[in-house]
Structure formats: C-alpha cells, structure tokens
C-alpha cells in the first residue's frame, strides 16, 4: 500500500479525471456566475459593466428580506423533522427488540423514490381547504377547525416546508441510521451493565458519538433550506404574493422570467456566500464540541 500511495504520478492519473470534471461541472461555473454579476447583460446582447450596482440594488431589493428568513424557516421545519424525528426512528430501528424494523426501514424510505411533482400534487390534495384529508380529519373529531393551508401568509411556509420534510426524511433517516449502527455495541452494552437505561445510553454515548454524522445532516438541512424552490413553485408559485419566495425563486424568475441574467448573478453569489458562511459555522460548532468533550 505504502509504495502505491508514494508514487505520485500515480495518485495525479486517478485524481486529474475527478478534479477535471469537478472543475468544469462546478468550480468554473461559480467563477462564471461571480464574474457576471458585475455586469448588466440579458443573456443575448453585450454585456456592460456596472460594478457593484447588482449587489447594491439586491440589498435595496424588499424581497430579499422575505427570501432570507423563508428560507431560514424552511432549514427549521428540515432540522426539526429530518434530524429530530429521524434520529428517533433511527434509534428504534437500530434495536433488535423491535418487531418489524426491516419494514419500517423500507417504509420511511419510499417517499425519497417518488417524484417532486407527484409528492406536491399529492399533498396538494390534502391541503384543499374543502375536501383535504387534513380538513377532513379535524371534522371527523368532531372539530370546526378548517384552513386553508397554502393560502395563509403566516403558515403557508410551513406547509410548504413540511412536505419536503417528509419526502427526503427517508435519505436522512438512511444516514443516521448508519451513524447509529456504526457505533460499536459493546459501548452500549457496558453502559447498560453499569445501569444506565437504554435511552439515557443512547443520550450520552451514541448521540456524541455520531457527531460527524450529525455534522453532515446538518448542513445538508439547511443549505437545503435556504435553497428551497421546486415545492413552493408547484404549490404555490411563491404565493399567495411573494409570501413564499426564497433566494432560488429570486434568482429563477430574476434570470428566465425578467431576462436579468447579471442581477440573478448576484442574488446566486449571495446563496454561494450564505451556503459558504453556514457550513463553516456548522462545523465550528462541531469541531468546538469535539474539543470540549475530550
């Protein structure tokens, strides 16, 4: 082994085809969208430049207030119910007591499977304020309580967040899954010798002990959050008004529906930088904890 990772040109031949392509797929195309986004262009005439004026006009912007902090709340609903909920059901199926686990493992990730479109279309039948299954529910408690879920300003993004949350809980739930079978079982067998209970173990050895695992899903959630566009675009088209817009819908219909391709340059440099600066703090925290727990 040593003698194959000493030869260098070796290591260069294997590594040039994936540097290649990630640089072309993805390095060069941020370098692109940050250039452009000095200039004023419509994607078909010459570009002229305007210096700093894009990113000027996208502080003064009012929707990009409302972008940032739907998106925020978007990571919120992800962290809550991927993270939460599926460390929980993670934790049930990584127990051997549990009858049926196999099944609920399959189960929890069928919804990942489906397609974005089909997922919505069918949670827009739930949500219809008339005839929903969620409406239909609170009547069948005998309760008056009804809402027109995708149309309220105030809880319209939750809605909205939820079904993504729902969807990819699964993948989620695939990773923490891993996280909790990697750790070795002889750590929470001795816990449990010494008389801990097996979900005081788990609070004190096996969740510190998937921090990198935590660490990933983490920033998985809310770079995901803060980019969110294919739900509220089939459900809502980022309505009602612009109550739903996120920094992604800014920069689509910024670049195809008002052909400002430099200005959609900028609002994507700012989700470039915001994703940036998140996974940095994640893993400060992180690494922070590490240090502390040594």
Not at 72 to 90: K, N, R, S, Y
Not at 156 to 177: E, K
Not at 200 to 229: D, N, S
Not at 235 to 242: A, K, L, Q, S, V
Request: net charge positive.
């Amino acid at each position: 082994m040593k003698q194959y990772l000493g030869n260098k040109n070796a290591i260069v031949l294997f590594l040039a085809p994936a540097l290649l392509l990630y640089s072309v797929i993805v390095f060069y195309p941020i370098i692109q969208t940050f250039y452009r986004s000095f200039f004023e262009w419509d994607g078909l005439s010459e570009a002229s430049f305007v210096g700093l004026d894009n990113f000027v006009k996208l502080w003064g912007d009012p929707l990009l207030s409302t972008s940032l902090k739907n998106g925020f709340l978007f990571a919120l609903v992800l962290v809550v119910f991927q993270i939460g909920l599926g460390t929980f059901l993670a934790l049930i199926c990584a127990d051997v007591t549990v009858k049926g686990r196999k099944l609920l493992r399959t189960a929890y990730f069928i919804p990942v499977v489906l397609s974005v479109t089909v997922v919505c279309q069918l949670w827009l039948a739930m949500y219809d304020p008339d005839n929903g299954l969620i409406n239909k529910i609170f009547h069948a408690f005998g309760l008056s309580y009804s809402q027109n879920w995708l149309n309220l300003p105030e809880s319209s993004i939750f809605a909205i967040a939820f079904v993504n949350a729902w969807q990819y809980m699964g993948f989620q739930f695939a990773l923490l899954y891993a996280g909790v079978k990697s750790i070795p079982e002889h750590y929470q067998e001795a816990a449990l010798i010494d008389g801990a209970g097996k979900w005081r173990a788990h609070w004190y050895i096996t969740l510190p002990l998937m921090r990198e695992t935590f660490k990933f899903c983490f920033v998985i959630c809310i770079t995901a959050g803060i980019g969110a566009f294919v739900q509220m675009l089939i459900m809502t088209n980022g309505g009602p008004g612009t109550t739903n817009y996120t920094i992604t819908f800014m920069i689509i219909r910024n670049a195809f529906g008002a052909n400002q391709y430099g200005y959609a340059c900028a609002i994507s440099v700012l989700l470039v930088l915001i994703s940036l600066i998140v996974t940095i703090i994640i893993n400060k925290v992180f690494d922070e904890r590490r240090e502390e727990a040594r």
